[in-house]
């Protein structure tokens, strides 16, 4: 087969997203939507993506810098051919042409793959029939249902109009046609623009074979013009996800509730409440149980673990079977090894709690090197920062943190050690020690009164 150039239009101005961020930086789970059609191209293996740009141009470059693509600007847009056009000077005389649209963000490699096995020596176009077809291209065809041109909307006979096949505007076409097509295209039309569908009239005319595949699969062809657009597309690709987890044998509660804005990888017997976002790369393990409305991303979350309502993971390694929740919050950098509980109202940050280790109730741990089998309770803070550093609490195996007690960094506490209860701990502590730091005395005054409210 030819080599493979993919030209992806991506220069429309998206006025009806009434927003200063170009269209295709809009985004579908959390990656622009010119991303998902550069992840289809890219599985393409083409030996070169023309992306061609035009609003918001430096913006959309910067977004995908890290991506190997030939950037063409397309300064004023005069239609879809002329959009081609400002590509030519890129595109190799023995390769084929896939051309994908930058505002299609489901976009199906599969039938990309189809159009690509035919265009050696054909013009292939993807259409589909759209039960409403207003304002797209029709796909004209002859008593022998061979395809003889599509003609827009708005230049379409009453007759013409009356057709539900539609152009998705993705094809794929030798360059040596594609080239010598682009060069005779005219603005004779209804909306004075260049259009690209005018090349398959020209096939016709110059016996190049026209094959049309007509997708079943209405929303991988479907751009976004609109917010309205946008949030259908957001749903669909949600739905898809959840499929594809439920076929894999993930337990979700209710898959319309389930929110995947990056990777999420599962093991066997995992299971997920309702109204739970995963964000970046999310991994659990075997039997893992996310209950409602968490928040987890960039995380790893072993076997057995079970994770409470309202709590938020980011940037966090968890070991196997432990107890994370309600409503805790960890911040990057934390690692629990195995069996861990960590509580409500428990925020850790940069902490690395070791095996079996509990923190159960309202603390702050930061960060903090936690040994094994440390019980740190309620209340209890590790005091980092001092205003313009931050230092580190080390708290050795078995130690136990009595409840309300403020640990100033850098401090250790070490192994075996108690701490007693309302301790202000500035100094290390010795290991299987009691280790007390309170007010000298207990006091009470006989007779005294309550501050009484004053009348005005
Ligand atoms: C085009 C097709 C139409 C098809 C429809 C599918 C033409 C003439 N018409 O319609 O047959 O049914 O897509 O949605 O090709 N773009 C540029 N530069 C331009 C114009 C467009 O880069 O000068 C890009 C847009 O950013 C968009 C894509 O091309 O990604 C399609 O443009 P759009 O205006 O949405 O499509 P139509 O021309 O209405
Ligand atoms: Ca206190």
């Known amino acids: 087969m030819s080599p493979l150039n993919i030209v992806i239009l991506a220069a429309g101005k998206g006025t009806r997203m009434h927003s200063n961020r170009p269209k295709v930086l809009h985004t579908v789970g959390n990656k622009p939507i010119l991303g998902h059609v550069l992840d289809c191209a890219n599985s393409l293996n083409p030996n070169k993506i023309i992306v061609v740009y035009g609003f918001g141009g430096e913006t959309v470059k910067q977004a995908f810098a890290q991506e190997n693509i030939i950037w063409v600007h397309q300064a004023e847009q005069h239609g879809t051919g002329h959009a081609v056009q400002q590509a030519i000077p890129f595109l190799d005389a023995d390769a084929d042409t896939l051309i994908l649209l930058g505002d299609v963000p489901l976009i199906d490699?599969?039938?990309c793959r189809k159009l690509i096995s035919q265009a050696d020596n054909k013009l292939a176009i993807l259409s589909f029939n759209k039960a409403d077809p207003t304002g797209y291209g029709r796909i004209v065809r002859n008593a022998m249902c061979s395809v003889t041109a599509i003609v827009e909307h708005k230049d379409?006979?009453?007759?013409q109009h009356k057709i539900h096949e539609v152009n998705t505007g993705i094809m794929a076409m030798p360059n040596v046609h594609l080239v010598q097509w682009l060069s005779k295209l005219d603005n004779n039309n209804a909306q004075g623009e260049y259009y690209l569908t005018d090349i398959v009239a020209f096939a016709v005319n110059d016996n190049v074979p026209v094959v049309v595949e007509i997708t079943a699969d209405e929303w991988?062809?479907?751009g976004i013009n609109s917010k309205m657009d946008l949030v259908q597309i957001e749903r669909v690709h949600q739905s898809r996800i959840a499929q594809q987890l439920l076929l894999q044998g993930?337990?979700?509660?209710d898959p319309a509730r389930l929110d995947v804005r990056g990777e999420l990888i599962c093991g066997r017997d995992t299971e997920i409440d309702v109204n739970c976002v995963f964000e970046g790369k999310v991994s659990l393990g075997d039997n893992v149980k996310i209950a409602a409305n968490c928040v987890i991303k960039n995380a790893t979350i072993a076997s057995g673990s079970h994770i409470a309502p309202f709590t938020h993971i980011d940037d966090t390694q968890i070991g196997e079977n432990s107890r994370i929740g309600p409503y805790a919050r960890l911040r990057p950098g934390t690692t629990l090894a195995a069996d861990t509980h960590i509580g409500n109202f428990v925020e850790l940050k940069n902490a690395q709690v070791d095996v079996g280790s509990k923190i159960n109730h309202l603390s702050y741990v930061g960060d903090s090197t936690v040994g094994k089998n440390v019980n740190?309770?309620?209340g209890t803070i590790t005091c980092n920062y001092d205003g313009a550093n931050k230092f580190r609490t080390v708290i050795e195996d078995d130690a136990f943190i009595g409840s309300?007690?403020?640990?100033?960094?850098?401090?250790?506490?070490?192994?075996?050690?108690?701490?007693a209860a309302g301790s202000t701990i500035t100094k290390n502590a010795p290991a299987d020690q009691l280790t007390l730091c309170r007010a000298k005395e207990q006091k009470s005054i006989a007779g005294w009164k309550r501050p009484q409210k004053v009348k005005k």
């Open 220 to 222: 991988s062809v479907t």
């Open 250 to 253: 993930v337990t979700l509660k």
């Open 156 to 159: 379409a006979t009453e007759e």
């Open 376 to 378: 740190i309770g309620a």
């Open 109 to 111: 490699a599969e039938a």
């Open 404 to 419: 309300d007690s403020q640990l100033i960094a850098p401090v250790t506490i070490g192994r075996g050690a108690t701490i």
